[in-house]
Structures are given as structure tokens and as C-alpha cells.
């Protein structure tokens, strides 16, 4: 197998399973949010709707980043757990006595 059809699996796993763990939901608690959710919900004028727009701007930047990290990490997993099986898939057919293989 070429290298670029190797990297184009890596590629597409990759994207599937950011989207797995994007569609995830996140709670993502950050002060300034809350002090602007409560500062627009007293008073929604058009100044503190901006300021709240943008907080929420950052944390779905937040919640993006995380996401590619702990997709990166299963990512890693499941190739490492792939590779495994794989290692193991050989030793057993190497393992087996000349008679007994196909």
C-alpha cells in the first residue's frame, strides 16, 4: 500500500472521529461568560448582547480545541489497539506448526 493511500486513511479516520467527538456536548464553565450572561440577561441592550456573542464565540473555540485534542487521543488509541491486533494477528500464524497452516 502507497504511502499516500496510508495517509489518506489516516486522514479520513482522523475527520470521523473529530466528528464523533465534537458532537459530543460540553458544558465549558468560564467566568466572564457567566458575568456577561447575567450582565445581558438584566439589561439584553445591544452592548451587552455583542459582549455576550462574543464569549460565546469563545467558548465554541474552546469547546473546537478540545475536541481536536481528545480526538487525537482516541485517534492514537485506536491505531495503537489496531496495530496490536494486528501484531498479534501475525505472531499466531506464525506461531502455528508447518502442518497445520494452509
Same mark, same amino acid.
Given at each position: 500500500?502507497? #504511502?499516500?493511500?496510508? @495517509?489518506?486513511?489516516?486522514?479520513? $479516520?482522523?475527520?470521523?472521529?473529530?466528528?464523533?467527538?465534537?458532537?459530543?456536548?460540553?458544558?465549558? *464553565? +468560564? !467566568?466572564?461568560?457567566?458575568?456577561?450572561? @447575567?450582565? #445581558?440577561?438584566?439589561? =439584553?441592550?445591544?452592548?451587552?448582547?455583542?459582549?455576550?456573542r462574543i464569549?460565546? +464565540?469563545?467558548? +465554541?473555540?474552546? *469547546?473546537?480545541?478540545?475536541?481536536?485534542? $481528545?480526538a487525537?487521543?482516541?485517534?492514537?488509541?485506536?491505531?495503537g489497539?489496531? $496495530?496490536?491486533?494486528?501484531? #498479534?494477528? +501475525?505472531?499466531?500464524?506464525d506461531? !502455528?506448526? =508447518?502442518?497445520?497452516?494452509?
Amino acid at each position: 500500500m502507497s #504511502w499516500v493511500k496510508k @495517509f489518506l486513511y489516516l486522514v479520513v $479516520g482522523y475527520a470521523l472521529t473529530f466528528a464523533l467527538v465534537f458532537s459530543i456536548p460540553a458544558f465549558i *464553565h +468560564r !467566568r466572564a461568560f457567566d458575568q456577561a450572561f @447575567f450582565v #445581558w440577561y438584566k439589561d =439584553p441592550s445591544p452592548q451587552n448582547t455583542a459582549v455576550l456573542r462574543i464569549e460565546q +464565540r469563545k467558548n +465554541r473555540l474552546i *469547546h473546537l480545541q478540545d475536541s481536536a485534542i $481528545g480526538a487525537l487521543a482516541l485517534f492514537v488509541v485506536a491505531c495503537g489497539v489496531y $496495530g496490536v491486533s494486528q501484531l #498479534w494477528k +501475525r505472531y499466531l500464524q506464525d506461531s !502455528r506448526p =508447518p502442518s497445520a497452516q494452509p
